[in-house]
């Protein structure tokens, strides 16, 4: 916050007014379109932690987006595959909906979907070494959406654990990453955020 600027006087939020709403989401709003550059940064910490993987963590992201944008997919496409497994580092049980929940006021409802199930739709390929059922992911079977997961997959995810594949550098992606975080598809904050700025 800038010197002299103002700042919320409530100390229970059940007793602010709409001054208070105003200092804040002056501020909101610029924090809020920085969230690409937050998001590259957490993104960084997947450098070097290989997991027990041929490649560690951030090159097969990397090597997944390169894939995608070299297949001609969409900009809104080739982020969420680049950060398809940034939640790696944050839930171990449940990176698939850490990824989706980042990602989900910015892409389609599609894209927000593969990237959610994209951990038990890559279980076809090792379920069954660990114990789990390689089918797990034919409950969803029939489900609008199931190819195109089948298909993220099968040609991005799946291959992407090569330590000889001539995989693009973050700095190839930031752009269409700081693109994609300025401005939500949907948000409870958007229509808000919009009459701030203007």
């Known amino acids: 916050m800038a010197e002299g600027q103002s700042r919320a006087t409530f100390s229970d939020m059940s007793q602010s007014t709409q001054e208070d ?6 501020e909101h709003v610029p924090f809020a379109r920085g969230g690409g550059a937050r998001v590259l940064d957490h993104l960084r910490l997947l450098a070097g932690d290989y997991g027990g993987f041929p490649v560690d963590r951030l090159t097969h992201c ?7 944008y070299r297949d001609g997919r969409s900009e809104d496409y080739i982020v969420m595959a680049l950060l398809h497994d940034i939640g790696d580092t944050l839930g171990a049980y449940n990176h698939p909906e850490i990824a989706a929940a980042i990602l989900k006021p910015f892409v389609s409802e599609e894209l927000h979907w593969i990237v ?3 951990g038990i739709f890559q279980g076809v390929n090792f379920f069954h070494h660990i114990g789990l059922n390689r089918d797990m992911r034919e409950q969803f079977r029939g489900h609008e959406y199931f190819d195109a997961t089948a298909e993220f997959i099968d040609k991005y995810d799946c291959p992407a654990f090569d330590p000889d594949y001539d995989t693009l550098p973050l700095e190839f992606f930031e752009p269409m990453v700081m693109r994609l975080f300025e401005k939500p598809l949907k948000s409870i904050y958007k229509k808000t955020e919009q009459e701030i700025a203007a």
């Open 21 to 26: 709403w105003q200092a804040i989401m002056v």
């Open 62 to 68: 990397l090597q997944t987006a390169t894939r995608a």
């Open 116 to 118: 959610e199930h994209h």
